[in-house]
């Protein structure tokens, strides 16, 4: 749901990362999250127990339940595929725009693995290193197969073959190597 929420406030506000931290008493944050309380309280769009789901949860959920939509990462339906108990199911299931406000266009972002480096962090160096590891092809590989996570090292992909459909063309976009 975090996700969900960042991009219906970036969504509305392009500057929203200058404005760290979060402020709900921002109107834009504020109906971003009304927007998705309303998913789940009002609208009756989603059940109440995805609060609790990771994304692999998510995902078996909707699948299992018919579920109308997921919010999930691109390379989902070529990474789930392999690993849900009825991949027939995926002939039913297609890319869509997230959810996004009336003259807003909706907003992605492309990676998800959330490796950060706090500027106040004392351990810098160190958290530098973990992240280098995260980048070296085994844990790329890894990362893919148990998590279903899309490559963020461009050259590991390549050479493993663990792209989903359109990453290169992706990634040239976005001047990634």
Same mark, same amino acid.
């Given at each position: 749901?975090?996700?969900?929420?960042?991009?219906?406030?970036?969504?509305?506000?392009?500057?929203?990362?200058?404005?760290?931290?979060?402020?709900?008493?921002?109107?834009?944050?504020?109906?971003?999250?009304?927007?998705?309380?309303?998913?789940?309280?009002?609208?009756?769009?989603?059940?109440?127990?995805?609060?609790?789901?990771?994304?692999?949860?998510?995902?078996?959920?909707?699948?299992?339940?018919?579920?109308?939509?997921?919010?999930?990462?691109?390379?989902?339906?070529?990474?789930?595929?392999?690993?849900?108990?009825? %991949?027939? #199911?995926? =002939?039913?299931? /297609?890319? !869509?725009?997230?959810?996004?406000? +009336?003259?807003?266009?909706? $907003?992605?972002?492309?990676?998800?693995?959330?490796?950060?480096?706090?500027?106040?962090? %004392?351990? #810098?160096? =160190?958290?530098? /290193?973990? !992240?280098?590891?995260?980048?070296? +092809?085994?844990?790329?590989? $890894?990362?893919?197969?148990?998590?279903?996570?899309?490559?963020?090292?461009?050259?590991?992909?390549?050479?493993?073959?663990?792209?989903?459909?359109?990453?290169?063309?992706?990634?040239?976009?976005?001047?990634?190597?």
């Amino acid at each position: 749901m975090y996700c969900c929420l960042i991009r219906s406030e970036l969504g509305q506000d392009r500057q929203f990362f200058t404005r760290l931290p979060l402020d709900f008493e921002r109107p834009e944050p504020r109906r971003a999250l009304t927007m998705l309380v309303e998913f789940v309280h009002n609208d009756g769009i989603s059940p109440a127990a995805v609060s609790d789901f990771d994304e692999l949860t998510s995902y078996t959920q909707m699948l299992d339940e018919d579920g109308v939509f997921v919010r999930g990462w691109p390379n989902f339906l070529e990474s789930y595929r392999v690993r849900y108990k009825h %991949p027939e #199911k995926f =002939e039913l299931v /297609e890319r !869509a725009p997230l959810p996004h406000f +009336e003259g807003k266009p909706p $907003v992605s972002v492309f990676g998800g693995w959330n490796l950060m480096i706090s500027k106040n962090s %004392p351990r #810098k160096k =160190e958290a530098l /290193e973990l !992240a280098r590891f995260f980048q070296r +092809e085994e844990m790329q590989k $890894v990362m893919f197969e148990l998590g279903g996570y899309s490559p963020t090292n461009a050259e590991a992909a390549k050479r493993l073959g663990l792209a989903p459909p359109n990453y290169h063309r992706m990634c040239k976009e976005l001047g990634i190597k």
